[in-house]
């Protein structure tokens, strides 16, 4: 399923997926963190965002390893090995702050948008202060993903 799609790697035709909606996702979580008269119009958005992302995320890391795996048994060793670990490393750790980030975000934009219309502000803070860190690094993990990706491609390293 996450190996090749016509000949193709599945990886090569998903990863950009990622790369789209992961920064997407993370400004979307902090303008809705920061700015509270805005969540009416962004919610929908974002709420959508918080789920898609991670399921982007998740099927270009399972197929990175489905390509890993077969570059490995193909004969890949060496530096490019090297540099593809250092990759899927990035990419793992890619998937699990953006889960992170989409699960704070669904569930801050859940309760923000629900009837009453509010938090307790402490609640609100709290919620706002995790969602624009866990949008740093997860900003973060998807910029060293593809860069170590590209290098790893394209030879510049």
């Not at 998740?58 to 077969?70: I, N, P």
């Not at 004969?75 to 593809?84: A, D, N, R, T």
């Not at 948008?113 to 706002?128: C, E, F, H, M, Q």
Request: proline share 3%; net charge positive; glycine share 10%.
């Amino acid at each position: 399923m996450f190996d090749q799609i016509n000949g193709l790697p599945v990886h090569v035709l998903v990863n950009h997926a990622a790369v789209v909606f992961v920064p997407l996702l993370a400004l979307g979580a902090i303008v809705y963190a920061v700015v509270p008269r805005v969540r009416a119009r962004i919610g929908w958005a974002v709420l959508a965002l918080a789920i898609i992302t991670p399921i982007c995320t998740f099927v270009a890391r399972e197929s990175g390893v489905k390509l890993y795996d077969r570059l490995i048994a193909n004969g890949i060793s060496g530096k490019v090995k090297v540099l593809l670990d250092q990759h899927m490393g990035f990419g793992s750790k890619l998937f699990l702050w953006t889960a992170f980030l989409g699960l704070v975000t669904l569930v801050s934009v859940v309760l923000t948008l629900r009837k009453s219309g509010t938090l307790p502000r402490v609640a609100d803070a709290a919620l706002g202060v995790i969602m624009v860190a866990l949008a740093a690094v997860s900003g973060y993990y998807v910029f060293k993903t593809g860069d170590s990706g590209a290098h790893t491609v394209w030879g510049t390293f």
